[in-house]
């Protein structure tokens, strides 16, 4: 056997399992397949401005396992509430407008905890002919990133009861909080895409683009994108397993980041939805934390542009939802940084899983070991932080646990 545990994926969750497995004394190696460690995590530094091109919010950030990790670290924690509720000067979205527009997705939310839908579709809770049934699609296309359709109504729940509704944030990126928080001699392979896994005498095989390697154990964090599709190739008992992942489709989730040029009518600390009554409006957070930025967010049918259109097309709907709400001036004022690409990112696949109706238990069936070999984490296998890097760092805690445990069994008093 060459190492004793493999991880495969260097995102939060495969730094999670090598945390909990650093100082254990046995051979690890973590296998990416990007040039980069991170994965949803990634804190891209453009002309001095630490961009947070996945996560960026501290959610229910008091119980959150990165506030501890950073504050030990001395890493600076904006703590300011989230403007997301406020719209800047009410423009384009009366006062009136708003109570009613979040009243409606309130009660939609409480239906969701307290009477949900027999059939468990999420679409289902919402009141028929009610105006704001764009808004209330469009929020959550930032939240969860899928269709209401198509969307459990008891794994939205389970989340949102358990969210603690505190975010905040980190100047220096969060992505970069926690690709620093890889153990120091870690031994990892980047630019390693493992093509397939297979089960052996006493452990498992993993063929990579560099040769095999042999484990006695291997922690899978990889997206359930990734699982269910056909990037890796799994033992044939898995089949449950992609099945899960399967039901647990990535949502589409996107950023485009403008570069404030002049700073015109943009207030700092400011919030804005482009058009709360349109599917595909963005919202955008204006010159967060002092950065001459506006973090422009796409959910669901208006990340689509990016993937569909490209971001030429993305930065152009963004930037005429600001000259729709600013006038044309606007549009001087800013200028295209970057957008993300997660749905085309080869290795992911998407933003984060929701589950499809029915199938809220999938994430326990996903979390399960097989064969005391295979162990599972990653954000989608959380029980109630699902979607986050706090769940996804946990999980990599919790399936290396279950390795070490298997490879190194308690004597039996
Ligand atoms: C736009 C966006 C905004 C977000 N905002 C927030 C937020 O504000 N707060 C929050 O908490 N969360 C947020 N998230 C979600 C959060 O980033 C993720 O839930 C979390 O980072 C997932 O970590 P993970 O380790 O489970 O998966 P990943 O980060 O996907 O890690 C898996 C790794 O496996 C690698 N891999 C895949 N296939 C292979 C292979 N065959 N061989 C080797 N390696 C492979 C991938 O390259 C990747 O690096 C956001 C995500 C997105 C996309």
Same mark, same amino acid.
């Given at each position: 056997?060459?190492?004793?545990?493999?991880?495969?994926?260097?995102?939060?969750?495969?730094?999670?399992?090598?945390?909990?497995?650093?100082?254990?004394?046995?051979?690890?190696?973590?296998? !990416?397949?990007?040039?980069?460690?991170?994965?949803?995590?990634?804190?891209?530094?453009?002309?001095?401005?630490?961009?947070?091109?996945?996560?960026?919010?501290?959610?229910?950030?008091?119980?959150?396992?990165?506030?501890?990790?950073? !504050?030990?670290?001395?890493?600076?924690?904006?703590?300011?509430?989230?403007?997301?509720?406020?719209?800047?000067?009410?423009?384009?979205?009366?006062?009136?407008?708003?109570?009613?527009?979040?009243?409606?997705?309130?009660?939609?939310?409480?239906?969701?905890?307290?009477?949900?839908?027999?059939?468990?579709?999420?679409? !289902?809770?919402?009141?028929?002919?009610?105006?704001?049934?764009?808004?209330?699609?469009?929020?959550?296309?930032?939240?969860?990133?899928?269709?209401?359709?198509?969307?459990?109504?008891?794994?939205?729940?389970?989340?949102?009861?358990?969210?603690?509704?505190?975010?905040?944030?980190?100047?220096?990126?969060?992505?970069?909080?926690?690709?620093?928080?890889?153990?120091?001699?870690?031994?990892?392979?980047?630019?390693?895409?493992?093509?397939?896994?297979?089960?052996?005498?006493?452990?498992?095989?993993?063929?990579?683009?560099?040769?095999?390697?042999?484990?006695?154990?291997?922690?899978?964090?990889?997206?359930?994108?990734?699982?269910?599709?056909?990037?890796?190739?799994?033992?044939?008992?898995?089949?449950?397993?992609?099945?899960?992942?399967?039901?647990?489709?990535?949502?589409?989730?996107?950023?485009?980041?403008? !570069?404030?040029?002049?700073?015109g009518p943009?207030?700092?600390?400011?919030?804005?939805?482009g058009?709360?009554?349109?599917?595909?409006?963005?919202?955008?957070?204006?010159?967060?934390?002092?950065?001459?930025?506006?973090?422009?967010?796409?959910?669901?049918?208006?990340?689509?542009?990016?993937?569909?259109?490209?971001?030429?097309?993305?930065?152009a709907h963004a930037i005429d939802g600001l000259t729709r709400l600013f006038g044309a001036q606007a549009r001087d004022c800013v200028?295209?940084?970057?957008?993300?690409?997660?749905?085309?990112?080869?290795?992911?696949?998407?933003?984060?899983?929701?589950?499809?109706?029915?199938?809220?238990?999938?994430?326990?069936?996903?979390?399960?070991?097989?064969?005391?070999?295979?162990?599972?984490?990653?954000?989608?296998?959380?029980?109630?932080?699902?979607?986050?890097?706090?769940?996804?760092?946990?999980?990599?805690?919790?399936?290396?646990?279950?390795?070490?445990?298997?490879?190194?069994?308690?004597?039996?008093?």
């Open positions: 056997m060459d190492i004793d545990i493999a991880i495969v994926g260097a995102g939060a969750a495969g730094i999670g399992a090598a945390r909990r497995l650093s100082g254990s004394g046995l051979k690890v190696t973590m296998i !990416e397949a990007a040039p980069r460690i991170g994965g949803r995590a990634w804190t891209l530094d453009i002309a001095g401005i630490p961009l947070d091109m996945g996560c960026a919010w501290l959610h229910s950030a008091s119980r959150n396992v990165w506030t501890g990790l950073a !504050e030990t670290a001395g890493v600076k924690i904006d703590r300011k509430p989230s403007g997301w509720a406020v719209q800047y000067q009410d423009l384009g979205f009366t006062p009136a407008e708003q109570r009613e527009a979040s009243a409606s997705f309130e009660r939609w939310t409480e239906t969701l905890l307290t009477a949900p839908p027999a059939s468990d579709i999420a679409a !289902e809770a919402l009141e028929p002919g009610n105006e704001w049934n764009n808004h209330i699609r469009t929020k959550v296309g930032y939240i969860s990133g899928g269709v209401l359709e198509e969307m459990s109504a008891k794994d939205y729940a389970t989340y949102e009861a358990a969210s603690t509704d505190e975010n905040w944030r980190l100047p220096g990126g969060y992505g970069a909080l926690i690709t620093s928080h890889l153990p120091e001699g870690t031994r990892l392979r980047l630019s390693t895409p493992v093509q397939s896994i297979s089960l052996t005498g006493g452990g498992a095989a993993l063929e990579t683009s560099a040769g095999t390697l042999r484990a006695k154990a291997v922690i899978l964090t990889v997206s359930t994108a990734m699982l269910a599709g056909e990037t890796i190739k799994l033992p044939a008992g898995l089949a449950p397993w992609r099945e899960a992942a399967a039901n647990l489709p990535l949502g589409r989730d996107e950023k485009a980041i403008l !570069e404030v040029v002049k700073n943009f207030a700092p600390e400011t919030h804005l939805f058009n709360p009554r349109d599917l595909k409006s963005v919202s955008y957070n204006i010159r967060p934390m002092g950065y001459p930025t506006i973090e422009c967010y796409l959910g669901n049918d208006s990340a689509a542009i990016v993937a569909e259109e490209g971001p030429a097309a993305a930065f200028r295209p940084l970057i957008t993300t690409g997660w749905t085309r990112t080869t290795h992911i696949g998407g933003s984060y899983s929701y589950a499809k109706p029915g199938q809220a238990g999938a994430r326990r069936t996903l979390a399960r070991p097989f064969e005391n070999r295979l162990f599972f984490a990653g954000e989608a296998t959380s029980p109630l932080d699902y979607t986050t890097a706090h769940g996804a760092y946990e999980s990599g805690m919790r399936a290396a646990g279950e390795a070490l445990a298997t490879l190194r069994p308690q004597p039996s008093l």
